[in-house]
Each structure stands twice: as structure tokens, then as C-alpha cells.
């Protein structure tokens, strides 16, 4: 199998407050991971690519300094989103991959909620 | 970039009935086209998925179909059941970025 871990599930925080949100490829080396925005009732808006080793590439109209992501190893990216206000509340989904040519394996998602 | 439309938004069937989902590409270097299924609240699932140097391909009562010259590929579902109620999305990439379609949202009356 292909298993991505995701962590937490679920967060609710002041605004103001920096979340970082971790996600794992437990049985498999990911050469690329990707972060995804979902809002409800809609589909998957990519944040950002992220490489093991260098800096991640960013979607146009995302704040690199908002959502800072690390990809520290072949097996964990993380997404750290600083100064949370209500309007980053939302659906957070990574997903990786073995090699670009083969299919994404998503994590279960985090649920952020900004007070 | 690429540019991938899907439709419909809403589909509702009846348990039995076939559901078909259609999407459209605009990178012919695209060569990758999967299909996830997502149930509410749930993490996406890779369903089926097929490469540009195949037309068809089937799994059960899953089927895909691509049309590389008009950059279209299409998702089959037959007999359905109520359990095959999720929000279904398509993508295509050409190895570089993964670019999802909108979904649509599929309801299977029992």
C-alpha cells in the first residue's frame, strides 16, 4: 500500500495563533508532497508543491510567509500556518508521491478552525 | 498550466442506473488522467486512473475512457449502488503538477 499520515485531524485555535500541521508517508519515499486547500463543497486548490531538500513552489495567490512548508525528509513535509485568522479556516489536505508519474496518496486531511 | 473542467456538478441516479462523468483538458503534454472518489469529510481515494497511451480501462463496474485528439476522458460507473454516493474528482498532469477538476457530486437513489 501507499499510506500518508496526516496529524492533527482537527484544530481549533485563537486567532493569532501559529498551527503546523505534519504529514508522513509511512510505507513509501515521497519525492514530491503536495498541500492542498479544500473548501466546503468544493475541489482541491493546490497551495503548494514541496521537494525533499529545497523550497517549496508556491501557487500564485498564496502567501509564502502565511504558509510556510518544510520538507525536511523523503517522509515528512509540514505546513506551518502562522498568525491563523478566521479566514484561514478551512480543510487542509496533503497528499505525496513516489515518482511524478504515478497516482497522489492523500493524508486524511486537517480541519482548522480560527476563533 | 493545465486546465481541467468537469461535469457535471450534480448527478442523482437511481440504485442499478449507470452515472458517467466527463472532463475536459488543456495541455496535450498531459499524460497521467486518475479519478478520486471523496465521501464527506473523508481523504480523497484514487478509484481508477489511466495513461495517455491507452483509450480504455476497466475495473469492475469502473470504467475510464480518454480521447486524447479532443482532450476529454470520461468515468463510467454501472449498477450502481448507494454506496457509490461520494463526490467524485478528475485530474490530469503532465508530471510536473496535478490539476483537479471541480468534482461532481454523485447521488444513488436505492
Known amino acids: 500500500g501507499a499510506v500518508v499520515s496526516q496529524h492533527p485531524s482537527w484544530v481549533i485555535c485563537k486567532s493569532g495563533t501559529s498551527v503546523k500541521i505534519e504529514c508522513r508517508s509511512l510505507?513509501?519515499?515521497?519525492?514530491?508532497m503536495f498541500w492542498y486547500r479544500q473548501f466546503p463543497k468544493q475541489s482541491l486548490m493546490l497551495m503548494a508543491t514541496?521537494?525533499?531538500?529545497?523550497?517549496?513552489?508556491?501557487e500564485q495567490g498564496v502567501e509564502k510567509d502565511k504558509f510556510l512548508i518544510n520538507h525536511a525528509s523523503l517522509t515528512l513535509s509540514t505546513l506551518t500556518v502562522t498568525s491563523a485568522h478566521p479566514e484561514d479556516s478551512s480543510f487542509y489536505i496533503c497528499?505525496?508521491?513516489?515518482?511524478?508519474?504515478?497516482?497522489?496518496?492523500f493524508g486524511d486531511g486537517t480541519r482548522l478552525s480560527i476563533l | 498550466g493545465e486546465n481541467v473542467e468537469q461535469h457535471p456538478s450534480t448527478l442523482s441516479v437511481q440504485e442499478g442506473d449507470s452515472a458517467v462523468i466527463k472532463c475536459t483538458y488543456s495541455?496535450?503534454?498531459?499524460?497521467?488522467f486518475p479519478w478520486y472518489k471523496q465521501e464527506l469529510g473523508k481523504r480523497p481515494q484514487l478509484i481508477i486512473d489511466?495513461?495517455?497511451?491507452?483509450g480504455e480501462k476497466k475495473d469492475q463496474r469502473i470504467a475510464v475512457t480518454l480521447n486524447k485528439t479532443a482532450k476529454h476522458f470520461s468515468l463510467h460507473i454501472t449498477e450502481t449502488q448507494p454506496e457509490d454516493s461520494a463526490v467524485y474528482f478528475c485530474?490530469?498532469?503532465?508530471?510536473?503538477?496535478?490539476?483537479f477538476g471541480a468534482g461532481t457530486r454523485l447521488t444513488v437513489k436505492p
Open positions: 497528499s505525496a508521491v513516489r515518482r511524478a508519474d504515478q497516482p497522489q496518496h
Open positions: 510505507d513509501f519515499q515521497a519525492t514530491t
Open positions: 514541496s521537494n525533499e531538500g529545497s523550497k517549496a513552489t508556491y
Open positions: 495541455d496535450s503534454a498531459s499524460n497521467y
Open positions: 489511466i495513461r495517455s497511451n491507452v
Open positions: 485530474a490530469a498532469t503532465n508530471n510536473n503538477d496535478m490539476r
